[in-house]
């Protein structure tokens, strides 16, 4: 009698799935709390810092408390090449203020945009003073010119405001779809705007290089978008 041996079963092959298990990372997620006086947005915002990675928008009445997704981080990033790589081939004069928690004077109301970003040269004058000292006063840092935010979800306070308390310029929304320019007007309000104040690209532009445009390969993408922004000068020379 003849004894067939079991073949040995080969693994199967690796895939993207099995060698690189996927981590457990959330959307955007947000809290409301509303009510909320200045005293406790004051408080919080000094108990939680930049490491916990906790955003504190307030309205002046409603607290969000929002933690960030990776889609939006992907956004925000290639939001921030853009302007690096426009500013960089016009020759634009800019520094960047990144997440930097905004407050009113009477610290009412307060934000962290996504991306901010100084133009004027006042401005640049002042935040580049303060840095050569190493200032940690807010007081020190003017609020921004440009303000970038990404909202692929919902938010629950009323930015809008925020940013007229402020006098932010200029603030550029994204959804995940379409992106919007608004401006600050003589009257406070905002207004939507076929062009930025500060860069040579309206909000078409801007969107063609996050949603038309293949980001799916970044490096690609970025000699692209380098070779775009080289063009933008020429034409503007």
Do not use: C
């Amino acid at each position: 009698m003849t004894t067939l041996a079991a073949t040995p079963t080969k693994p199967a092959p690796a895939t993207a799935a099995t060698a690189f298990p996927p981590a457990t990372i959330p959307g955007d997620q947000r809290i409301v709390i509303r009510g909320v006086d200045p005293d406790l947005y004051h408080r919080l915002s000094e108990v939680i810092d930049e490491h916990q990675h906790i955003r504190l928008i307030y309205d002046g009445k409603d607290l969000e408390l929002m933690t960030t997704g990776f889609l939006h981080e992907r956004y925000k990033e290639l939001l921030g090449l853009i302007v690096t790589f426009v500013t960089l081939a016009l020759g634009i004069d800019r520094e960047g203020g990144g997440e930097t928690t905004w407050r009113t004077a009477e610290a009412n109301r307060g934000l962290e945009a996504d991306l901010s970003y100084y133009f004027n040269a006042g401005k640049l004058q002042s935040v580049r003073a303060a840095v050569a000292r190493e200032s940690k006063e807010p007081a020190d840092y003017p609020a921004p010119d440009l303000a970038i935010e990404i909202d692929v979800s919902a938010p629950k306070a009323d930015r809008p405001t925020i940013y007229r308390a402020l006098r932010v310029e200029e603030v550029w929304r994204f959804d995940g779809r379409l992106v919007t320019i608004e401006q600050l007007q003589a009257d406070g309000s905002y207004a939507g705007a076929t062009s930025s104040r500060f860069l040579p690209i309206g909000p078409a532009e801007i969107q063609r290089w996050l949603v038309d445009e293949d980001s799916s390969h970044r490096l690609d993408w970025e000699r692209r978008l380098n070779q775009w922004a080289i063009g933008l000068a020429n034409q503007n020379g």
